[in-house]
């Protein structure tokens, strides 16, 4: 796994995990690339990467891109 690769994970009823590409970070929040629709608005997910570590955070906002989903997420611990 690269620095600015991760997972993301669901809790249930979703229980996904899903892998994601990091494209910005800061203090509050990043932004990810990955192909999973059912990440809308409002859901809590667990990060784990090698450049924020685990963090509890919620989806802000997702676009389709073509051939790719991103999302914004707001860090909550």
Known sequence: MSEADGVLTLPAPLSLTVRCRLLD?????????HDCPELLAGTQVQLES???GTVTARVIWTA??????????????
């Open 25 to 33: 970070t800061s203090d509050h929040g990043f932004r990810a690339s």
């Open 50 to 52: 090698p450049l924020t």
């Open 64 to 77: 389709i891109m073509g051939d790719h989903i991103e999302s914004g997420f707001y860090i909550l611990s």
